[in-house]
């Protein structure tokens, strides 16, 4: 049987942990393979983390979004260690098991009695993030997306600076080129004037 029937992503739990709330986090399970693929969830703790699904099948080329939620808790661990693992477990679906019916029995797939050689495993760590550390670092992550907003406004700040100066250059050569040919219509008057007097005289 062929390894890695899922990839998992990301391969450790990290829970923001604040006291007396629930936190969830998700993983992503993708099928590469031709097969349906049916997978359930194991917990070291079932009473404090609710998983959803916690048993599925996966199609041919297809992924699936696991959630886990931890319940609230009272109290945060002194050295904010997480003990708590998880199992995902994996097989091929039998080519002659029927899709369309309740797929209950495709688990007994995964009971001990079943054939262990035919069931891939994958073990997920957990991480506990206090929820300070994630509001900083979230803080930050929002900090440098503004610094970049404020560094695409200035750039297109200099851009329209540009766009007026050269705009505005264009205006004060339109502008003196309309005073010569003020100056010289003047000039043309003023000659035409004289000839009328010298003509007069005449």
């Known amino acids: ?96 098991a029927n899709l369309h019916e309740d797929m209950t029995s495709t688990y007994n797939l995964f009971e001990k009695n079943g054939s262990k050689n035919n069931i891939e495993e994958r073990k997920l760590s957990t991480i506990l993030v206090k929820a300070s550390a994630a509001s900083s670092t979230i803080e930050a992550l929002s900090v440098g997306v503004s610094n970049q907003s404020k560094d695409k406004q200035i750039e297109e700040l200099k851009l329209k600076i540009t766009q007026l100066d050269q705009k505005l250059h264009e205006a004060e050569i339109s502008i003196s080129k309309l005073e010569e040919e003020k100056a010289r219509i003047q000039k043309m008057k003023s000659q035409q004037k004289n000839c009328l007097v010298s003509c007069s005289i005449l």
Do not use: W
């Open 1 to 96: 049987m062929d390894k890695q029937l899922l990839e998992v992503h990301p391969q450790e739990l990290k829970f923001i942990l604040e006291v007396q709330k629930q936190s969830s986090c998700s993983i992503q399970l993708t099928n590469n393979k031709l097969h349906y693929v049916a997978f359930k969830v194991k917990t070291t703790d079932a009473r404090k983390y609710c998983v959803r699904p916690n048993k599925g099948i996966i199609n041919p080329l297809s992924n699936c979004k696991v959630t886990f939620t931890m319940q609230a808790q009272k109290m945060a661990p002194p050295d904010m260690k997480c003990k708590d693992k998880f199992l995902i477990q994996s097989t091929i679906v039998p080519i002659e």
